[in-house]
């Protein structure tokens, strides 16, 4: 009887075994759901599409995407890495939001809105990868003129941007 218990105790634990060293577990502390074969990653300049947005905003969006990629996960940030993002900037606008109450024809909010457009390759599976638009926007009061109020809503918008971005990539969102 010892024998049977012996054999059956010996065949669970073969099969837990087999079942542990047959699967590929993610784990990630941000909840994301990184492949395991991914080691690297690498994000492309994104490029300026939009005639109204400034200079700078290509260069302050890579390095928020790059950034943020690389503190949420454990994949090192190289040239051309198993996962690649690459992009443009297609929009970049301001428009009314809200009238005043005290003078009708007045808008007392206004709103930056920032467009970009994301493709996103994973090199092991194809099907991972996907190509979208992501939009987000940020109201500011319109007594502020734009250029005093940029760099915290692009920094703001970016934030969110880039939030989206790695949802969509890591936790198919």
């Known amino acids: ?5 012996a054999k059956i105790w010996a065949g669970l634990l073969l099969s837990v075994l ?8 993610n784990v990630s502390l941000s909840g ?14 994104f490029q300026n599409q939009s005639a ?5 905003l290509t260069q302050t969006f890579t390095d928020a995407l790059r950034d943020y990629v690389s503190s949420q996960s454990r994949l090192a ?3 051309n890495g198993d ?12 428009a009314p939001v809200s009238v005043a109450s005290a003078t009708p024809n007045q808008s007392s ?5 920032i467009t970009v457009e994301v493709t996103y390759t994973d090199k092991q599976d194809a099907k991972k990868g996907f190509t979208g638009s992501f939009s987000r926007y940020a109201d500011y009061p319109s007594s502020s003129s734009l250029s005093s109020v940029q760099g915290d809503l692009i920094t703001q918008i970016n934030k969110q941007l880039v939030q989206d ?9």
Do not use: E
């Open 1 to 5: 009887m010892n024998n049977i218990v």
């Open 18 to 25: 087999a079942l542990f060293y047959g699967c590929s577990v």
């Open 32 to 45: 994301a759901s990184i492949p395991s074969y991914a080691k690297s990653f690498s994000v492309q300049y």
């Open 52 to 56: 109204l947005a400034g200079p700078t």
């Open 77 to 79: 940030l190289v040239p």
């Open 83 to 94: 996962l690649d993002f690459q992009g443009s900037i297609t929009g970049f606008s301001t």
């Open 109 to 113: 909010l206004t709103r930056l809105t």
């Open 165 to 173: 971005i790695f949802d969509k990539a890591f936790n198919n969102w």
